[in-house]
């Protein structure tokens, strides 16, 4: 739509004035010598803010503007910068412009809870010149364990208050958990085997009280599945996941092979190819570490005990199997079940379900997996999280075959339980506990470190701030440098995350 006015002319009768004619202007209207509205220019800035260019274009189309990607950008960096006020409680921490390669830092003020600034990269000297150039230095800093971050708040303010990041800490404490349970892969098996035993023997003393409780006869009983008579077969999946366990466990003997030859983990990791950290958690290792099998929730788990009840009365028809538990509930598709039943048709040793009678649910199976150490960690410290079949078993077992994760595990609770709480007293006895010769080693470095850092770790308990509110600026700017497909200047990601609009 185009607007067209009648404007009056104003003539200067001044003859040392350069400017002979004024045009009167349209305040409220239009700006000057533009040929957009005040409202049009709003509309394209509030669009370029969201979207970016291309899509701001793209969405300017389907709204009846005309416009091109570069005018919406040119109306953004045209805008005036946002005015930032000095806070008394500022946030700091990195982002990654190229995940990798290149980083730079974003500082936010808590109490306003808007982006003060971002700076091209996240070095100490570049966070430190910012400080100084402030008109006043902040009472509280937030940040992540980073020392580049700290040695910049202690030389540019050195009378503010660091606190540390309470969620870094409780992750620290986990995985420092989970190293401990990398280096004791011989008693993690030992539990899964003391805990598949265990889940024989119950299942073999629910068979004789339920048949002699309630006798059938061998017709009408149905079959408990066992391991089969036939030639063992194995899927192209299952022989190239042999395969690649094969080459790990080759891997493996080499590393260590070469560690009691003398070799270094730098020259062991260049001659096999492999990163000094993988190296050095395969010798830390006390036998080959098996890997966990990834567990992917399906919509048949929950119907795998029907499944295992129908095949054990002698029912092999995946059709037949399919239409059984739809009257269940089941809505997907008879391709899951036919891939779900498929192992218990090749396999020597299925997993096996004891089911006795319709009316008598099928017990845990009698075999099932090791979790991974991520898994492990939080199964030991987190009581509500769902346990999957034979995992409180295993975590029994485990309690009494490896002493060294028992005790990392409950050194891992109490400090959890002490930063919950907001408790320096119980905070400082742990710290103390977790020092002693007696602990883990890695517990042992944990509380060293926090030890080194304890003014910011004790205003972490003690201040009511935190650096979630940083956190989540992070994670909102990562959104929005990828809507401009990663490839925004710093200049236009810092207007589009600090600005509110005009």
């Not at 570069?70 to 045209?78: F, G, P, Q, Y």
């Not at 600026?473 to 990828?482: A, E, G, Q, S, W």
Request: net charge positive; glycine share 6%.
């Amino acid at each position: 739509m185009v607007m067209r006015f009648w404007t009056r002319r104003y003539f200067c009768g001044n003859t040392g004035c350069q400017r002979r004619i004024f045009a009167e202007q349209l305040p409220g209207l239009a700006n000057r010598r533009a040929r957009g509205t005040q409202r049009l220019e709003k509309t394209i800035v509030h669009v370029g803010l969201e979207c970016g260019g291309e899509p701001g274009r793209r969405l300017c189309k389907n709204l009846g503007i005309t416009t091109s990607g570069d005018t919406i950008l040119r109306r953004l960096r045209a805008m005036p910068q946002a005015v930032t006020h000095d806070g008394n409680v500022i946030g700091v921490d990195d982002f990654a412009f190229r995940r990798g390669q290149h980083y730079g830092t974003i500082i936010v003020d808590h109490e306003s809870g808007g982006v003060i600034d971002l700076l091209p990269d996240r070095t100490s000297s570049s966070l430190e010149t910012w400080l100084r150039a402030r008109g006043t230095l902040p009472t509280i800093v937030t940040r992540d364990r980073s020392g580049v971050y700290a040695k910049a708040v202690a030389t540019a303010a050195p009378d503010a208050i660091q606190v540390a990041d309470r969620w870094h800490l409780l992750a620290n404490c986990r995985e420092a958990l989970v190293r401990v349970i990398d280096r004791h892969h011989s008693p993690i098996n030992q539990a899964m085997e003391n805990a598949q035993s265990h889940a024989l023997n119950v299942a073999s003393i629910q068979i004789t009280h339920e048949s002699t409780s309630n006798p059938i006869s061998m017709v009408d009983r149905p079959l408990v599945l066992s391991e089969s008579s036939g030639p063992l077969t194995t899927s192209s999946n299952q022989q190239q996941s042999l395969d690649r366990r094969a080459r790990r466990i080759t891997r493996y003997e080499q590393v260590v092979e070469h560690h009691q030859q003398g070799m270094s983990q730098r020259e062991i990791a260049l001659r096999l190819k492999m990163s000094r950290r993988q190296v050095k958690k395969l010798l830390n290792a006390d036998s080959f570490p098996e890997r966990a099998r990834t567990y992917h929730h399906r919509q048949i788990d929950r119907h795998i005990h029907s499944l295992q009840l129908q095949w054990s009365q002698g029912v092999r028809n995946a059709a037949e199997l399919t239409r059984h538990i739809r009257t269940l509930g089941y809505t997907g598709s008879d391709n899951m079940v036919r891939r779900c039943v498929a192992p218990w048709r090749t396999t020597a040793e299925p997993t096996r379900w004891h089911a006795s009678t319709p009316d008598h649910p099928p017990s845990a199976p009698l075999k099932f997996h090791r979790p991974s150490s991520e898994r492990l960690s939080w199964l030991l410290i987190k009581d509500d999280l769902v346990r999957r079949d034979g995992e409180a078993q295993l975590l029994t077992e485990l309690a009494n075959v490896c002493e060294p994760i028992h005790a990392a595990s409950n050194l891992a609770r109490t400090f959890i339980t002490a930063v919950r709480e907001r408790d320096v007293t119980m905070l400082t006895a742990w710290t103390e506990s977790a020092s002693q010769e007696t602990s883990t080693k890695e517990m042992n470095g944990f509380a060293q470190g926090l030890v080194r850092n304890w003014p910011e770790v004790k205003a972490a308990v003690q201040l009511p701030w935190s650096n979630g509110r940083t956190e989540g600026h992070v994670n909102r700017l990562k959104l929005i440098k990828r809507k401009m497909f990663g490839r925004a200047k710093l200049d236009l990601l810092r207007i589009r995350v600090m600005a509110r609009g005009p």
